[in-house]
């Protein structure tokens, strides 16, 4: 009980949550940088919005926070941040105009929580953790995750920002009102889930993923990144992984397991998401009209990144060093 209320105060201080952005930052490379070395803490991103999530994750460990005050709070940054269309406040809504949430983490003993279809809550990771740390659960979908939620303190929020609204609104104009956006020429878009892991100096590993999922999407529907074992998957004896892009295609092929067990099986952090890629493109038919990124970190600190398409970026902290770089990819366009 009071591990629990401390919690709670802890999420509920989330809007104080002040972070220097940009301290840290180094321009994109083109090449992607598969760690070797041994030196921990290492912390891992997708998308650009990963460089100041990974700093807020270093300061919480360098503040003697836990691996999964780390992810957690890293990820609050996205998510509090209203001019990021794709993750928490401000997110881009369904098709009727709801901003619908899913969030997951897990931590280093094994346990995992999660909420989806969650709407009205500035930072769902913390209602995820809520789920883990003080229920027998690991998922709350849709007015039970809200109630939980308000119930354990949260406040309720509206997450619909003006600019979220004229980008749904025209899209809802330019695809007369079709579901499905068109990929084929944005490829990227609707992509920019942050999925952040990390790795203490004890080499004890946590994750987070927290997203508004895909835009303009149809009324309730769910993707990857609550889903544990797709869009998130941590295993302290071997290593972690975490998805972006098309929920479906990684829900089909339970991407971030995936990628832990080939790890498991002694492939290397880049060689199992590429592994993982190359499942997705031969088993999904359709799936050149979408973009996927895994990223993935092992037990010794070493991390991969791999997309179908070029295009997706991640922000890697190593070595004391913070940058963001291109993932290679299957397809070369
Ligand atoms: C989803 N994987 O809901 C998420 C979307 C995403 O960056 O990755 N956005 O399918």
Known sequence: ????????????????????????????????????????????????????????????????????????????????????????????????GHVTLDASIMGPDGNAGSVCFLENIVHPISVARLVMDSTPHVMLSGEGALQFALENGFKKENLLTPEAEEAWKNALHKTGYDPKPNWENEPNKFHDTIGLLGIDTNGDMAGACTTSGLGFKIRGRVGDSPIIGAGLFVDNEIGCATATGMGELVMKTVGSFLVVELMRNGRTPQEAVEEAILRIVKKVPDHKKYQIGFIALNKKGETGAYCLKPGFNYALYKDGENKLFDSNSYYKK
């Open 1 to 96: 009980m009071i591990n629990r209320r401390k919690f709670i105060t802890k999420a509920l201080s989330a809007g104080a949550l002040t972070i220097t952005p940009g301290i840290l930052r180094s321009a994109s490379r083109s090449f992607p940088f598969i760690g070797t070395s041994n030196d921990l803490p290492v912390i891992i991103s997708t998308w650009n919005h990963g460089l100041e999530a990974n700093e807020a994750a270093i300061k919480v460990l360098n503040n003697g926070g836990s691996i999964v005050d780390a992810v957690e709070q890293g990820v609050w940054v996205p998510e509090e941040d209203p001019g990021n269309m794709s993750v928490g406040l401000g997110g881009f809504p369904d098709r009727e």
